[in-house]
């Protein structure tokens, strides 16, 4: 069964920097890509950050490129985002997501999300 966790979201200063992990179980994490996304109250899902299954050539959204970092560690089956320069707009719930071949079909899955809160 096809499972991600995230963790690491909190109250952070504007400013300040924050590391979200995500623990996925159930697939070959190796070989699938992974995204970050967030969704504030009252807004659409928002696509943060892409990363292939080995690394290399990462996506992001204008709102965060500079700011934030997407890695993972296949050997841990661990996703990280590494928010810096954190913004208040930043706040939202921040949710790890993967698609994975089904054997004839895509199958989306999403964690249950981390909670991020910028304010001073």
């Known amino acids: 069964q096809v499972q991600l966790v995230e963790s690491g979201g909190g109250l952070v200063q504007p400013g300040g920097s924050l590391r979200l992990s995500c623990a996925a179980s159930?697939?070959?994490?190796?070989?699938?890509?992974m995204s970050w996304y967030r969704q504030a109250p009252g807004k659409e899902r928002e696509f943060i950050a892409r990363i292939p299954s080995a690394g290399g050539s990462t996506n992001y959204a204008d709102s965060v490129k500079g700011r934030f970092t997407i890695s993972r560690d296949n050997a841990k089956n661990m996703v990280y985002l590494q928010m810096n320069s954190l913004k208040p707009e930043d706040t939202a719930v921040y949710y790890c997501?993967?698609?994975?071949?089904?054997?004839?079909?895509?199958?989306?899955?999403w964690g249950q999300g981390t909670q991020v809160t910028v304010s001073s």
């Open positions: 159930g697939f070959t994490f190796s070989i699938y890509e």
């Open positions: 997501k993967t698609n994975v071949w089904g054997g004839s079909r895509w199958d989306g899955y």
